[in-house]
T-cell receptor, first 115, second 115 residues
Framework: AQSVTQLGSHVSVSEGALVLLRCNYSSSVPPYLFWYVQYPNQGLQLLLKYTSAATLVKGINGFEAEFKKSETSFHLTKPSAHMSDAAEYFCAVSRSGAGSYQLTFGKGTKLSVIP | NAGVTQTPKFQVLKTGQSMTLQCAQDMNHNSMYWYRQDPGMGLRLIYYSASEGTTDKGEVPNGYNVSRLNKREFSLRLESAAPSQTSVYFC??????????????FGPGTRLTVL
């Protein structure tokens, strides 16, 4: 079964500091991985996704993630945190089902940005 | 282009009452999904529909029913609400449903409280 594990339910960083949110996957087949962001009281929106075309994936709002097969990881980074980055971040893996594909989400990491 | 819309935004029910959550998308997507979000649990798939006329169970289907009314609309029904169903419910739709890399687009959510 395919799954993802997010390390750290809460992460705090200072404004301007590096953001690093960790995601490790478990999969017996090549995984297709996603990062979604949820701002307070809103739905989820896609930050970026790994489709095997390139191991370094750039997303919206300056975020990027690197797929590392040897470490079974897909960590999300941003060089300099902004106050507007405060949100909850979810890693997810796509898996096949009856006639469709579904996402299995991690439990989420809430990012706080300290001024 | 409204994307994915959900009604109602908020609802309070008493134990044993029934209700239907409505979802509609205007992106001509084949696949639609219902999730519930609980603190510390991430998002868990309740039901999904790969195409008009088909529905399948997800990870946590007990206590719920769904109807794929047409390509645009996918409703979730609670026949006899229980306090354990207090949650935030998200509807999503996703592309053709035939690509493992399909992005899912989420609605704003319905906050349901069962007393």
């Amino acid at each position: 079964a395919q799954s993802v594990t997010q390390l750290g339910s809460h992460v705090s960083v200072s404004e301007g500091a590096l953001v690093l949110l960790r995601c490790n996957y478990s999969s017996s087949v090549p995984p297709y991985l996603f990062w979604y962001v949820q701002y307070p009281n809103q739905g989820l929106q896609l930050l970026l996704k790994y489709t095997s075309a390139a191991t370094l994936v750039k997303g919206i709002n300056g975020f990027e993630a690197e797929f590392k097969k040897s470490e079974t990881s897909f960590h999300l980074t941003k060089p300099s945190a902004h106050m507007s980055d405060a949100a909850e971040y979810f890693c997810a893996v796509s898996r096949s089902g009856a006639g469709s594909y579904q996402l299995t989400f991690g439990k989420g990491t809430k990012l706080s940005v300290i001024p | 282009n409204a994307g994915v819309t959900q009604t109602p935004k908020f609802q309070v029910l008493k134990t044993g009452q029934s209700m239907t959550l409505q979802c509609a998308q205007d992106m001509n997507h084949n696949s639609m999904y219902w999730y519930r979000q609980d603190p510390g649990m991430g998002l868990r798939l309740i039901y999904y529909s790969a195409s008009e006329g088909t529905t399948d169970k997800g990870e946590v289907p007990n206590g719920y029913n769904v109807s794929r009314l047409n390509k645009r609309e996918f409703s979730l029904r609670l026949e006899s609400a229980a306090p354990s169903q207090t949650s935030v419910y998200f509807c999503a739709s996703g592309g053709t449903g035939t690509a493992i890399t399909d992005t899912q687009y989420f609605g704003p959510g319905t906050r349901l409280t069962v007393l």
